[in-house]
């Protein structure tokens, strides 16, 4: 039954994502990231999902998840002109919204609403709150990781094109400059998080997307992770010196160990 609710899905985004279309040639451009950046999403997590043995009906939820993970960029981006959560909303609780206004969840149960619903509106936050646990956590981390391992090849694809050709809201709006804040490289060499609110320039963004190993789930997300190549990318474009070339080593150690 879920392989139905899953095409009616992809044709509701196709409708959705049309809806957007008449917006300028820069907003097409960030529309049309978030347009991959979900399908990629949408295949991430149907591999790891399988990992874990899911299939059937709960392998077709995971995909739900994916493809409706990032629901609220849209509107995000309309309002706003950015991604950038603190500098206008929540995209997550935003797109929560868009599921409950538009009744897409309709036909499935309550729990696997509940399941989906929650999976939206976390997978974004810095720490998934304890009180979140079995099934609810499952699919919470199976989308986060998803998440991780598109975004880290959506920087690092944007890097590469000419600036008239990039999305302009991908990099959040932080200033291209050289230099590294101490308080990300610590935090790198704890083996923890960056937290968004340490940024100040652009290789901070690109560490702090480094720091995101240590909080993969899954072992077929760390293999991913090392094989696809996008983290080996992203650390070429940090400058060089003694505190950088530590977190880069700190950062391959763990993706290492995790992979052994």
Same mark, same amino acid.
């Given at each position: 039954?879920?392989?139905?609710?899953?095409?009616?899905?992809?044709?509701?985004?196709?409708?959705?994502?049309? $809806?957007?279309?008449?917006?300028?040639?820069?907003?097409?451009?960030?529309?049309?990231?978030?347009?991959?950046?979900?399908?990629?999403?949408?295949?991430?997590?149907?591999?790891?999902?399988?990992?874990?043995?899911?299939?059937?009906?709960?392998?077709?939820?995971?995909?739900?998840?994916?493809? !409706?993970? *990032?629901?609220?960029?849209?509107?995000?981006?309309?309002?706003?002109?950015?991604?950038?959560?603190?500098?206008?909303?929540?995209?997550?609780?935003?797109?929560?919204?868009?599921?409950?206004?538009?009744?897409?969840?309709?036909?499935?149960?309550?729990?696997?609403?509940?399941?989906?619903?929650?999976?939206?509106? !976390?997978?974004?936050?810095?720490?998934?709150?304890?009180?979140? $646990?079995?099934?609810?956590?499952?699919?919470?981390?199976?989308?986060?990781?998803? *998440?991780?391992?598109?975004?880290?090849?959506?920087?690092?694809?944007?890097?590469?094109?000419?600036?008239?050709?990039?999305?302009?809201?991908?990099?959040?709006?932080?200033?291209?400059?050289?230099?590294?804040?101490?308080?990300?490289?610590?935090?790198?060499?704890?083996?923890?998080?960056?937290?968004? #609110?340490?940024?100040?320039?652009?290789?901070?963004?690109?560490?702090?997307?480094?720091?995101?190993?240590?909080?993969?789930?899954?072992?077929? $997300?760390?293999?991913?992770?090392?094989?696809?190549?996008?983290?080996?990318?992203?650390?070429?474009? !940090?400058?060089? #010196?003694?505190?950088?070339?530590?977190?880069?080593?700190?950062?391959?150690?763990?993706?290492? #160990?995790?992979?052994?």
């Amino acid at each position: 039954m879920h392989e139905e609710k899953l095409r009616e899905l992809e044709n509701w985004l196709k409708d959705y994502w049309r $809806s957007f279309a008449g917006d300028d040639a820069e907003a097409g451009r960030n529309y049309a990231l978030k347009e991959l950046h979900t399908t990629k999403v949408r295949d991430n997590i149907r591999l790891l999902a399988e990992s874990t043995g899911l299939s059937g009906d709960r392998l077709a939820l995971a995909e739900i998840i994916g493809l !409706l993970h *990032d629901v609220g960029r849209f509107e995000q981006y309309r309002r706003h002109r950015t991604f950038y959560d603190s500098k206008s909303e929540n995209h997550a609780a935003l797109g929560v919204r868009v599921i409950r206004e538009s009744r897409l969840l309709e036909g499935l149960t309550n729990e696997e609403a509940d399941i989906i619903l929650q999976a939206v509106g !976390l997978h974004n936050v810095f720490r998934i709150p304890a009180s979140v $646990s079995g099934t609810h956590r499952l699919y919470l981390n199976l989308i986060r990781d998803a *998440d991780k391992l598109d975004i880290w090849r959506v920087f690092v694809d944007q890097s590469l094109l000419p600036d008239t050709e990039q999305a302009s809201a991908a990099n959040l709006d932080f200033p291209d400059l050289p230099e590294c804040s101490a308080g990300v490289l610590e935090c790198i060499g704890r083996r923890e998080m960056v937290n968004l #609110s340490l940024l100040r320039t652009v290789n901070d963004f690109r560490l702090l997307q480094l720091s995101w190993v240590f909080d993969l789930h899954f072992p077929v $997300s760390f293999k991913l992770a090392r094989e696809r190549g996008d983290l080996a990318r992203l650390g070429a474009m !940090l400058p060089f #010196s003694p505190e950088v070339e530590r977190s880069l080593r700190t950062v391959w150690e763990f993706l290492g #160990s995790r992979c052994s």
